[in-house]
């Protein structure tokens, strides 16, 4: 069965700080893959998604995540986070003709002054 | 502007009511799903359609109940069946890919449940 693993609960970065939460997913197909973003009390906004072809995409914010077939992984990362990067991360697997999109647990992102 | 709307934004209950959460989007969409998100548990999927009158099962239906009358409404029903309904319920949207690839999905803002 497919599942995704965010290993991180709780990240804690300066303003100003890189930024790398990371990711790992469990499916037997091709998985298309993607990042979103929760701000308390509200929706999921999409930050980023990879299907195909370069394995390194770009989002909006700033954000990048890069596609490693090999570790499995789908880490997100920013050059600079910012006080309103301040959010809930989720990241998301799901696959070609599967209905489903599986999330993990989610990483909350501290942002230190 | 296009989205999805997702009504009431707080609802509270007493244990043994019905309750229901509205989802209407007009984004043009044939999909749409309820997930349900406790803290620390990320999202877990209740229901989703594919198409007008035709809807299966997620991860956690126990519980709930669904309909899909039209293409742009998909309401849940949180029934007295559902032993711990206090959450945060997500409604979203995607255009069906099929087999054509994955579905990006579209968010509602949420609904926070209470059962007082």
């Known amino acids: 069965a497919q599942s995704v693993t965010q290993p991180d609960i709780h990240i804690t970065v300066s303003e100003g700080a890189s930024l790398e939460l990371r990711c790992n997913y469990s499916?037997?197909?091709?998985?298309?893959l993607f990042w979103y973003v929760q701000s308390p009390g509200q929706g999921l906004q999409l930050l980023l998604k990879?299907?195909?072809?370069?394995?390194l995409v770009q989002g909006i914010k700033g954000f990048e995540a890069e596609f490693k077939r090999s570790q499995s992984s789908f880490n997100l990362r920013k050059p600079s986070v910012h006080w309103s990067d301040a959010a809930e991360y989720f990241c998301a697997v799901g696959a070609k003709g599967d209905d489903k999109i599986i999330f993990g647990k989610g990483t909350r992102l501290h942002i230190l002054p | 502007d296009g989205g999805i709307t997702q009504s009431p934004k707080y609802l509270f209950r007493k244990e043994g009511q019905n309750v229901t959460l509205s989802c209407e989007q007009n984004?043009?969409?044939?999909?749409m799903y309820w997930y349900r998100q406790d803290p620390g548990q990320g999202l877990r999927l209740i229901y989703y359609?594919?198409?007008?009158?035709?809807?299966q099962k997620g991860d956690i239906a126990e519980g709930y109940s669904v309909s899909r009358e039209k293409k742009e409404s998909f309401p849940l029903t949180v029934t007295s069946a559902q032993k711990n309904p206090t959450a945060f319920y997500l409604c979203?949207?995607?255009?069906?890919?099929?087999?054509?690839?994955?579905?990006?999905?579209?968010f509602g803002a949420g609904s926070r449940l209470t059962v007082l």
């Open positions: 984004l043009n969409h044939d999909a």
């Open positions: 499916y037997g197909a091709t998985p298309y």
């Open positions: 979203a949207s995607s255009v069906y890919r099929g087999w054509g690839g994955a579905n990006v999905l579209t």
């Open positions: 990879y299907f195909s072809g370069d394995t």
């Open positions: 359609s594919q198409i007008v009158n035709d809807f």
